[in-house]
């Protein structure tokens, strides 16, 4: 007989985005050579798109026009409490100068490289869950 408290609780795409634009992390899943790749990168949630910089080498700008899933969580190990978003959309470059500067002031790299480009997921899908104890 399962005795744990905890359970699943489906956000909606607005918890889900807050919950996304509240972490710095999260993991851009997409093809190369025809075959899945996932890179952690440091994000930032802009008007309800999922904006990352990176490097003009970076595997990260395969991901351009195609359709990619960006997944970030944070969950407690110990007491398996917390909460995973997927959000779903098309991976576009911003090409606007002005546009790619506002975005390098808003969001600082975590590598020290020269991450000059600017890619943007507009998310048609956004899902996600949260692990809960449902005592509380």
């Not at 943007?120 to 956004?126: D, F, K, Q, S």
Request: hydrophobic share 45%; charged share 25%; net charge negative.
């Amino acid at each position: 007989m399962l005795t744990d408290p905890r359970r699943q609780r489906d956000l909606t795409a607005d918890e889900a985005l807050r919950r996304l634009g509240g972490v710095p992390v999260g993991r851009i899943v997409f093809t190369t050579h025809a075959l899945p790749a996932i890179r952690p990168v440091n994000h930032l949630v802009l008007d309800g798109d999922v904006i990352l910089r990176c490097h003009a080498g970076a595997a990260l700008l395969h991901a351009v026009g195609q359709v990619v899933a960006y997944e970030a969580d944070e969950i407690d190990i110990d007491s398996r409490i917390g909460w995973s978003v997927i959000a779903t959309g098309i991976a576009r470059e911003v090409k606007d100068a002005a546009e790619t500067a506002h975005i390098e002031h808003l969001l600082e790299p975590w590598l020290s490289r020269d991450m000059t480009r600017v890619v943007r997921i507009h998310p048609e899908l956004v899902t996600g869950f949260e692990l809960i104890d449902s005592t509380i």
